[in-house]
């Protein structure tokens, strides 16, 4: 089931942002994910304040050249998997 | 030797071999560690820093029992400030809500807690401990924390019928995360591997179980699980291949490339009070032992799946095979194959007393195997 447009996604408990040898990852129990564009831009604004739909129209803006109806899809996509791994919780309601 | 050598990512700091616990099934050598080895925090501080610049993200925290070490704060403290993610692999045993407190402040980020069965006799005949009421208090106190929590949950055939219990359980708990680790027999576990195999049958039930389980759980519940390897087609690409991703160092300091490799004869190990972690790495022999293709033997060396399972396990082929450059006998195109389907076939005439398939239950005298436990070094 894709995430609600509304709802704010929000790092899980242990799960971080890390680098190391430049490389951006998200840290969460013995896995890391490694992050570069837009999977980058997507985790940083998992804090609990942007809105799915927020998330959407920011990469849309940086990805202008990209069509924006996979722009959405993509991002619904990958927070669906972040959400499987449980490394991302959806808040619904006022912002943290 | 590999012409491009990837860094390290995941540290196993295997703390101490002491543990309040005697689990029948553990992975630590049959040959435990003393207490008087045990590198001092100092040394562990300098070697989390080390594992950081070398490229590692990850340091689990382990043994034995990791909470058994005085120091396990300063620990925590320690790899957390060198830049690594925190993992603690714990029984939960000794530990109260002040200890917590203070490992969670220190930066701890992951907290696995083990069970041995979702009720209490089980818990304690597997462990030969009262354990199990403790692993209930800090599974409570967890909630009141933010740190990623994981329950492990070890399946052999004398808990493998207990896995709707095991899930109800963490689903009244904070737990997001769960693993069903089906037994791997080395070290404690392959002494007892004969009462602890799963018949056919439990396995396949539970296979299916835990598939409709996952999904059910999905977003909310993240299971992980894994099947005796003995039951699988092709081997496991063992610790992600020899020297490739993870080191462990023992309770003295010895760097090996995974938990069982004292079992290889002829394997000399490095230990980190003589040289830095990346030159071992880099440079020891033991590391260099089974990298790249060279060592492996036929089918292995022109396999199309070597890139995959890099031959399966190296301590399992020397278990099994008493040869670690053999092919994993697990593996359906292993030479030796049969000897593991003569294994299994042993396990699946093993007398079961109640219903279709099912294990007797647990703690049953008349029918409790006799367990070969692990004792607590000095």
């Known amino acids: 089931m894709p995430p609600e447009l509304n709802s704010r996604p929000l790092l899980a408990p242990g799960c971080r942002l890390g680098e190391n040898n430049q490389q951006r990852v998200l840290l969460m129990p013995e896995r890391a994910l490694r992050l570069n564009g837009p999977s980058l831009e997507i985790v940083e604004r998992c804090d609990g304040k942007h809105t799915v739909q927020q998330i959407i129209l920011d990469l849309q803006k940086i990805y202008s050249k990209a069509e924006p109806q996979k722009v959405e899809q993509d991002i619904l996509g990958y927070l669906t998997l972040l959400q499987k791994e449980r490394a991302v919780d959806f808040e619904s309601g006022a912002p943290l | ?378």
């Open chain 2, 1 to 378: 030797m590999p012409t491009t050598l990837s860094n390290p990512l995941a540290l196993i700091a295997e703390l101490t071999h002491r543990c309040p616990l005697h689990c029948v099934y553990c992975s630590n050598p049959l040959e435990l560690q003393s207490r008087t080895n045990e590198l001092p925090t100092e040394i562990w501080t300098r070697v989390f820093k080390e594992a950081a610049a070398a490229g590692v993200l990850q340091a689990d925290f382990t043994g034995g029992e990791p909470l058994a070490r005085p120091d396990i704060v300063e620990l925590v403290r320690a790899a957390r400030s060198a830049g690594l993610y925190v993992n603690l692999i714990t029984s939960g045993l000794p530990l109260d809500e002040t200890k917590l407190a203070a490992l969670v402040e220190a930066g701890l980020d992951h907290f696995q807690l083990s069970f041995q069965g979702a009720r209490e006799e089980t818990a304690n005949e597997i462990s030969a401990t009262k354990s199990h009421a403790q692993k209930l208090r800090v599974l409570d106190w967890l909630r009141h924390h933010r740190v990623a929590v994981t329950l492990n949950f070890v399946i052999h055939r004398r808990n493998i019928d207990q896995l709707e219990e095991m899930l109800a359980l963490v689903e009244s708990s904070c737990a997001t995360r769960i693993e069903f680790a089906n037994v791997q027999y080395y070290g404690w576990a392959f002494a007892n591997r004969e009462n602890l195999l799963p018949t056919r049958e439990q396995l396949n039930r539970s296979v299916e179980f835990l598939k409709r389980e996952q999904e059910r759980l999905q977003g909310k519940i993240r299971i992980e699980f894994v099947v005796p390897d003995y039951y699988a087609k092709y081997p496991k690409p063992c610790m992600g291949g020899w020297g490739r991703k993870l080191m462990l160092i023992t309770p003295s300091g010895d760097a090996l490339p995974c938990h069982a490799a004292q079992v290889i004869p002829g394997l000399s190990f490095e230990n980190v009070q003589d040289r830095s972690l990346r030159e071992i790495w880099e440079h020891s022999a033991a590391f260099n032992k089974f990298r790249g293709e060279d060592w492996m033997q036929q089918p292995c060396k022109t396999c199309d799946r070597r890139e995959q399972d890099f031959g399966g396990c190296r301590c399992q082929a020397l278990l099994l095979a008493g040869d670690a450059a053999a092919t994993d006998p697990v593996c359906s195109l292993a030479p030796l194959r049969p000897k593991v389907d003569a294994i299994l076939a042993a396990a699946n005439l093993a007398p079961v007393s109640v219903g279709a398939g099912l294990a007797p239950p647990a703690a049953d005298p008349l029918t409790r195997p006799a367990w070969l436990y692990r004792p607590n070094p000095s």
